[in-house]
């Protein structure tokens, strides 16, 4: 070989290197540790926007409920009026519920959810002390009343009016077992009678109370004293 060729070969520039040979400055974790970090951002950003999205939807929800306790049943539920009263566009609605009525079931579903936990708190308690626990909190928040008004008004096909309704049915048959309730009496039928009953009134409560010139608590106490006085549960 030439010595022209043996210094061309020892100055030629090292472009090929061997396999497994690393490029200067990396280490055998460089690569891992990368595609570690990228996963963890996009998981990060994955777990804000969802965040994000709960934050807005329960918005939504709470602003839908505080008009109708504003403006009532027969007022209507105005979309843009729901954006507004929850900081965001209107189009987020459509986004994330689709519609009015959807929007007022998930409401309606986040409601009982949050009723979840007292709501078996109460339930070995007598008759007329968990009816009397449901009466008293509605007094408190009749949204939940003004919302199953608007969706049956609505012809909503699809929202189920009567919560924990299996289990209420459960806590009836025991009471009937326990002598509490006739035994042949109709146990769907008294679920039905009372939601009937509490949803009526509850939507239009402040309007009686101002016709009789007392005060929505005042009525409170008599109807639900004269409610368990024709039932037979004040004695409990």
């Not at 729901?82 to 986040?110: K, P, T, W």
């Not at 009789?212 to 409990?236: A, C, M, S």
């Given at each position: ?112 959810n949050a009723g979840e936990v007292p709501f078996e708190q109460v339930r070995e308690d007598a008759p007329v002390d968990k009816e009397a626990w449901s009466f008293e909190a509605h007094a408190r928040d009749s949204s939940y009343a003004r ?31 326990e002598g509490r309730l006739p035994q042949d009496v109709d146990l769907a039928a008294i679920l039905v009678m009372w939601d009937s009953f509490f949803y009526g009134y509850f939507v239009m409560r402040t309007a009686l109370a101002r016709q ?25």
């Open positions: 070989m030439s010595a022209d060729a043996d210094e061309g070969s020892r100055s030629a520039p090292d472009t090929e290197r061997a396999p497994g040979r690393r490029r200067a400055g990396t280490t055998p974790g460089d690569a891992s540790s990368d595609g570690k970090r990228q996963a963890k951002s996009e998981a990060k950003r994955g777990s804000k926007a969802t965040q994000s999205r709960a934050a807005t939807e329960a918005a939504l929800m709470a602003a839908a409920l505080r008009l109708l306790e504003r403006d009532g049943v027969l007022a209507g539920l105005s979309l843009q009026a729901v954006a507004d009263e929850a900081g965001v566009n209107r189009g987020l609605i459509h986004h994330y519920f689709g519609s009015r009525q959807a929007l007022l079931r998930a409401a309606l579903e986040a409601r009982k919302v199953v008004a608007l969706l049956a008004l609505d012809g909503d096909e699809e929202f189920a009016p009567m919560p924990y309704v299996e289990r209420r049915l459960a806590d009836l048959r025991r009471e009937s077992d009789l010139g007392v005060t929505p608590e005042q009525l409170d106490q008599r109807v639900i004293g004269t409610y368990n006085r024709l039932t037979g549960r004040d004695n409990g």
